[in-house]
C-alpha cells in the first residue's frame, strides 16, 4: 500500500461531542490523498466509539493509548505513526474546510526553501499570500511587529514529515508547548505563510489551554521567550534585539499589571519570578513598545510587496528592508 501524500493526525481526550464533526470534515476535503489517524488518549467517554464509526473508510485509523499521554506526548506518537510526506494536525474539536490541504499542500509542494506552512484565522498582515518569511523575518514579526506567528496552534501548519522530526517534534512542557516548538523552529527555518481561515477553531471550557495550571506553564515559556531573544541564536541583529527586549518586556509588565488589577498577585508574582529578567534588565528595557505593521514582510530590492509568482518555486527572499525590519 503506497503512502498517502498527507497524514492528518488527530489526537483526542474525552471529545465524543465533537469528534464526529472533526473527523467529518477531514473526509469532506476536496483533496483526497491522505490518511487519517485518530489518537485517543484513553478517554473514559464515548470518543473511541464515534471514531471507530468512520474506519470504513480505508483512509481511517483509529489507535487507542493504553495509558493517557497527555496532549503534546499523545501528539508526538501521532506523528510517529505518519506515513505521509506533509503531517497536517487537526484538533477533534474543530472543523476543516473542505479546500484547506487543497490550498495548504500546493504551496508548500511550490516552496521548497520552508520547513512548513502556517494559516492564520485571518488574513496575515503585510502584503499577499503566500509569503516565505526567513528565520530572522519570522522573528521581526513576532517581536517587531503587530501580528505574530508564534501563538498559532498545531492546526494551523502544515509540516513536511522530515523537518518536523528532524526538529524533535513538539516539547511536552503543557499547553505552551506549540508555542516553544515555534520558538525554536522558526529560528532555524524557513516559514511559508499561505491564506487564512481554512479551519474553524472551537472555543469551549474543556480545551486544554484552560485547564488548571496552564496559565503558569505559559509564564515558564514567556521566560524561555525573553532567554531565547537574548541568545547568540536569535535571528535577529542586535538593534533589532534590543527593541525586540523593550517591546517584549513592556509586554511581560502588561500582563502583570492586569493580574494585579483583577487581584490575582499570585499569579503576577508568578510571571514576575518567571519573567527572565533581572532588575537591571527591567530597568533598562522596560519602556513603550514600537511596534510595526510591515515588520517581517518580505520585500523586494525597491521596498515593494513580494507578490507571488504561483508558476515557479519559491526560496528565502533577503532581508526585509521595510520600516521596523
Known amino acids: 500500500m503506497s503512502a498517502p501524500a498527507v497524514s492528518v493526525l488527530m489526537t483526542a481526550y474525552n471529545r465524543e461531542r465533537y469528534i464526529a464533526a472533526a473527523i467529518e470534515s477531514v473526509l469532506a476535503q476536496t483533496f483526497a490523498d491522505f490518511e487519517l489517524i485518530v489518537v485517543d488518549d484513553a478517554s473514559s467517554d464515548g470518543t473511541v466509539a464515534a471514531a471507530r464509526a468512520y474506519e470504513a473508510d480505508p483512509r481511517v485509523r483509529v489507535v487507542v493509548n493504553d495509558e493517557n499521554l497527555g496532549d503534546y506526548p499523545n501528539r508526538n506518537r501521532a506523528a510517529r505513526l ?3 510526506r506533509y ?12 479546500h484547506c490541504l487543497a490550498t495548504m499542500l500546493p504551496l508548500l509542494e511550490a516552496a521548497p526553501g520552508a520547513g512548513y506552512a502556517l494559516s492564520g484565522a485571518s488574513g496575515w498582515a503585510g502584503g499577499p499570500c503566500p ?3 526567513t528565520p530572522r523575518m519570522c522573528y521581526q514579526r513576532e517581536f517587531l511587529g503587530t501580528q505574530g506567528l508564534f501563538m498559532c496552534g498545531p492546526a494551523s501548519a502544515l509540516f513536511r514529515a522530515d523537518v518536523f522530526r528532524r526538529l524533535g517534534g513538539f516539547p511536552e512542557v503543557g499547553p505552551a508547548s506549540d508555542y516553544l516548538f515555534w520558538l525554536t523552529a522558526s529560528a532555524v527555518v524557513s516559514v511559508l505563510l499561505v491564506p487564512g481561515d481554512l479551519f474553524w477553531y472551537r472555543i469551549h471550557p474543556a480545551q486544554e489551554l484552560r485547564r488548571q495550571g496552564a496559565a503558569r506553564q505559559y509564564a515558564e515559556a514567556w521566560g524561555r521567550c525573553w532567554r ?11 538593534e533589532e534585539r534590543e527593541q525586540a527586549k523593550r517591546n517584549w518586556a513592556f509586554n511581560m509588565a502588561k500582563m502583570m499589571w492586569r493580574e494585579l488589577r483583577q487581584g490575582r498577585l499570585r499569579a503576577a508574582g508568578f510571571q514576575l519570578r518567571h519573567a527572565g529578567l533581572t532588575p537591571a534588565d527591567w530597568l533598562r528595557y ?4 514600537r511596534r510595526h505593521r510591515l515588520a517581517g514582510t518580505p520585500a523586494d530590492q525597491g521596498g515593494q510587496y513580494v507578490i507571488p509568482d504561483w508558476t515557479r518555486p519559491r526560496r528565502p527572499p533577503v532581508a526585509s528592508s521595510r520600516p521596523g525590519a
Open 87 to 98: 503531517l497536517k494536525y487537526h484538533d477533534s474539536d474543530d472543523v476543516m474546510y473542505p
Open 131 to 133: 509569503m516565505l518569511l
Open 228 to 238: 531565547m531573544v537574548a541568545a547568540p541564536g536569535c535571528p535577529l541583529t542586535e
Open 286 to 289: 522596560l519602556r513603550r513598545p
Open 82 to 84: 505518519a506515513r505521509g
